[in-house]
Every structure is written in C-alpha cells, then in structure tokens.
C-alpha cells in the first residue's frame, strides 16, 4: 500500500502484527503511535514477520539507522577507534578497531586519515554517537565491507541511493554495465563508490550517476550514451 503523507499523519497499521520501522517513521515511546516524520510517499508491506513501514522521501540529510549500509571517510584514528564522517555537517560515527573481520590487539587494522571504508551502522541510538562496523557480525567475515581503494565517489540524494540499492527493478547500473565493467558501493547516506578498469569509464559513470540524479529512468539511457560517448570522443582527440 502506498500513499502521500506529511510529518504527523496518523498511520493505519494492524495492531496484532509486528511492526518494523524504516526511514521517515517514528514511534512514540509513550503512546506507541506510529506517525511519519518526513513528507513523501508512505509504503506498507507484508510478510511472514510482519509489517514493514517506511517513507520514500528525496533529501540530502542523513541520519544513522541500524542495517544501513553506507560510504564513509575516516577522518581521525584514536587509541581504539576511527571517527568516520558519513555526510557534511554531520555528528561522526565511530568505527572500532575491532570492527573488523579477524581483527584483534595485535592484528588492526592500518586505516588512514582521507580513507574510504563501506560499511553497516550496528548501533544508533538517540543522543549517543552511532557505530559502524565493516564486516558482517553475524558470520565474522568481510562480506564486502572494508577499505575502498582508488576509484570515486559521487555524492546523490538519500532517495535515488535508496532506489539503486533496493530496487531491482531501477534500470541505471543495468545501463552503466552494458558500456564498462565496474564495481560499486552504495550508501543509503547519499554518497556512491565506483571503481572501473579505465580512468575515462570512470569519468563517464561518474557523469552519468550525477546527471540521473533527478532525472525520469525513460532519459537514463540517452544520457549515459551521451556521456560515454563525450569521454571517448575527448580521449581520442
């Protein structure tokens, strides 16, 4: 189900069913109301646990929540933890030396500051600085997370990160594969990490994912041939 909603709406969920929150949506710890704190499109989904309740919204504040996957740049290294900056203007996140796989106190890890690192928020709680961690904790393997080395990062709203990680159906990085091969990591706090075999690939995919931004995915098409074949034209001249 889905509909328009603006912070303070009251939200119709079924009582006798668990309820799990995504981004945009608050619960009062006093009377358990269930209310938006974003304007945007509500959803509501089913399954075998229960409901699952969020806002689509398009905005470039990020704020830490568990699960989220994200890009972040190491900005101090003290006696047992990183501070990793998630977004511009924003509280920091800590990143324990820990925190990653087969880590221990003589095996740490060697990060520095300007660093790139993917990784998942493991704990965010309200008034408290948020944590990340680069492996998955319930395995203890690197799954993915860690240093993010070369490559580039480009800098989206919270929505379109969110429409490239979750929905399969988005047809960018569909697009971007049939022109190069690349790798990538997505953020849900907005910044995108791709890496490809060529400096001018890279050029165009970082053209492209800046200019679909805030695009209809009918121009995604044009566009990325557009770029492709500006960065290839330019070389070879």
């Known amino acids: 189900m889905t509909s328009l909603v603006i912070p303070g709406d009251r939200i119709s969920v079924d009582p006798e069913r668990p309820v799990q929150l995504g981004p945009g949506m608050y619960c009062d710890p006093r009377t ?9 499109v509500l959803h509501i989904s089913e399954s075998k646990r229960g409901q699952t309740v969020y806002v689509d919204y398009d905005s470039k504040r990020y704020t830490p929540a568990v699960g989220d996957l994200v890009v972040g740049v190491i900005t101090g290294a003290f006696a047992d933890s990183y501070r990793v900056s998630l977004a511009s203007f924003s509280t920091p996140v800590s990143l324990s030396y ?24 493991c704990t965010a709680e309200k008034e408290l600085e948020a944590e990340i961690e680069c492996m998955d904790s319930t395995t203890g393997s690197e799954s993915g997370f860690g240093l993010l080395e070369n490559g580039t990062v480009v ?19 569909r697009l971007l594969a049939q022109h190069c091969k690349f790798e990538i ?25 800046k200019d679909c931004c805030g695009k209809p995915q009918e121009a995604f098409e044009e566009i990325i041939k557009q770029h492709f074949k500006t960065v290839t034209n330019t070389v070879e001249e």
């Open 98 to 121: 820990m925190a990653f796989p087969n880590a221990s106190k003589k095996n740490r890890p060697t990060l520095v500051i300007g660093d790139l690192v993917y990784a998942r928020v």
């Open 155 to 173: 800098e989206v709203t919270l929505g379109f990160a969110r429409h490239l990680l979750f929905d399969d159906a988005f047809p960018l990085l």
């Open 185 to 209: 990591a997505i953020g849900v706090n907005g910044k995108i990490w791709i890496k490809t075999e060529e400096v001018k690939d890279t050029i165009a995919c970082y053209r492209s994912i």
């Open 32 to 40: 358990q109301d269930i209310v938006p704190v974003n304007a945007g």
